[in-house]
């Protein structure tokens, strides 16, 4: 079926490393993709936004890559802090706007 | 910065029974959705509405659901006849109409069904 979904279930890194978190995706059509943040009882938030026209895009922080060859996702976070330790979930939709689809998500524990 | 606002924050239902689930997008936004996250699971998409209908269902969203814009502030998920499998974080989102494609969470209900 057509879903994202994500490499590993959890990544643990050291205060100050930089994190890359992955995600694969099998709809070839979607156009648009997103990762979100969630910390524990809170909801999704949003982290940085790609459409399939670029391959990178660079925010505070954070970049995503995005391989249309091989479909797949990134999210690299630069000296990663622990007010980073929280769920990433990458999700996809056809066309902005429409239903996302979201992976199940990687669990990212910073330790100082 | 504007939030997506949820009520309440838990809400605890006999089997059976209906309940309303409460969101208010951030103003000016036009486009509205209900997502839902079992405990431990990804998050599915449920419904998205615009210009006072559905644009857009999942599966999931069978006739026990219903939403309903009842004035210019609030949006709400109404469950008809909760089961158990109902338990779950039920998320709304906004977004707006002027070139920006995000979608913005509220900090969800969480549903229980005893």
């Known amino acids: 079926g057509e879903s994202v979904g994500l490499h590993l279930p959890t990544l643990s890194v050291q205060e100050g490393d930089n994190s890359i978190i992955n995600c694969a995706y099998s709809?070839?059509?979607?156009?648009?993709f997103i990762w979100y943040k969630q910390e524990s009882g809170k909801g999704p938030q949003f982290i940085i936004d790609i459409r399939s026209n670029m391959d990178k895009r660079q925010g505070q922080r954070v970049t995503v890559l995005l391989n249309k060859t091989v479909k797949h996702l990134s999210l690299q976070i630069a000296a990663t802090q622990p007010g980073d330790s929280a769920v990433y979930f990458c999700a996809e939709n056809k066309k902005a706007g429409t239903a996302l689809i979201f992976g199940k998500g990687t669990t990212l524990s910073v330790s100082s | 910065e504007p939030e997506v606002t949820q009520t309440p924050s838990h809400q605890v239902t006999q089997m059976g029974q209906e309940v309303i689930l409460r969101c208010v997008p951030i103003s000016n936004h036009l486009y509205f959705y209900w997502y839902r996250q079992i405990l431990g699971q990804k998050v599915e998409f449920l419904v998205s509405f615009y210009n006072n209908e559905i644009s857009e269902k999942s599966e999931i969203f069978d006739d026990q659901f219903s939403v309903e814009r009842p004035d210019g502030s609030n949006f709400t998920l109404k469950i008809r006849s909760t089961k158990l499998e109902d338990s779950a974080m039920y998320f709304c989102?906004?977004?707006?109409?002027?070139?920006?494609?995000?979608?913005?969470f509220g900090p969800g209900t969480r549903l229980t069904v005893l």
């Open positions: 989102a906004s977004r707006t109409h002027r070139g920006r494609d995000e979608q913005f």
């Open positions: 709809n070839s059509a979607s156009d648009y």
